[in-house]
């Protein structure tokens, strides 16, 4: 489904809260399906249509949901079975498998990451999510080696849905911003 209408979501969201359940344009929290399930809330109207598995509303949330609570499972919901990251990490498989091994690298580097959605916007199968990544830098990453300090840096995304699914995200992230941090 190529959905044709366009919004916008701005302003802080919860990164690790309950699914994001859109009913009569508002955002509802529902219960998680499982302990561990829980994904970002979106908190403004986005039109009903837009929340199903059409929309991939859901997908997102449940891909931020797994990087900020390690729940690989939440992968499966997430991303189609021939999803691609890029630029990909060196060695990163595709499809749900690699998506899985991209959230166990990611909280290996970062074992405490909250990924707190800023903005979102959409335009056809393409939703840009604009992020802060917050968590302890406790493996190397940017070739800094572990410093322990917790440090928060910008990341924009620009994901790909079809199906209902993410098929592509795009990533940027603001290194020279994470530098800043860890030599603080």
């Given at each position: 489904m190529t959905c044709t209408s366009s919004w916008t979501v701005r302003g802080p969201v919860a990164a690790v809260a309950a699914a994001a359940?859109?009913?009569g344009g508002s955002v509802a929290e529902a219960q998680p399906a499982a302990a561990g399930d829980a994904?970002?809330?979106v908190e403004a109207a986005v039109p009903a249509a837009e929340a199903g598995a059409g929309g991939g509303l859901s997908a997102v949330a449940h891909f931020y949901g797994a990087l900020s609570?390690?729940?690989t499972g939440l992968m499966a919901r997430a991303v189609s079975q021939d999803w691609v990251d890029i630029p990909a990490h060196p060695g990163l498989g595709t499809g749900v498998a690699g998506a899985q091994q991209l959230v166990r690298e990611i909280r290996a580097?970062?074992?405490d990451l909250v990924e707190a959605v800023t903005g979102i916007t959409r335009s056809g199968d393409r939703i840009h999510v604009s992020l802060q990544h917050c968590g302890t830098h406790a493996a190397e990453f940017a070739g800094v080696?572990?410093?322990y300090k917790y440090v928060c840096f910008r990341g924009e995304e620009t994901q790909t849905v079809r199906n209902g699914l993410i098929s592509t995200?795009?990533?940027w992230e603001d290194i020279d911003g994470f530098l800043k941090e860890v030599k603080k």
């Open positions: 359940v859109l009913t994904v970002p809330v609570t390690g729940n580097v970062f074992p080696p572990a410093t995200t795009e990533h």
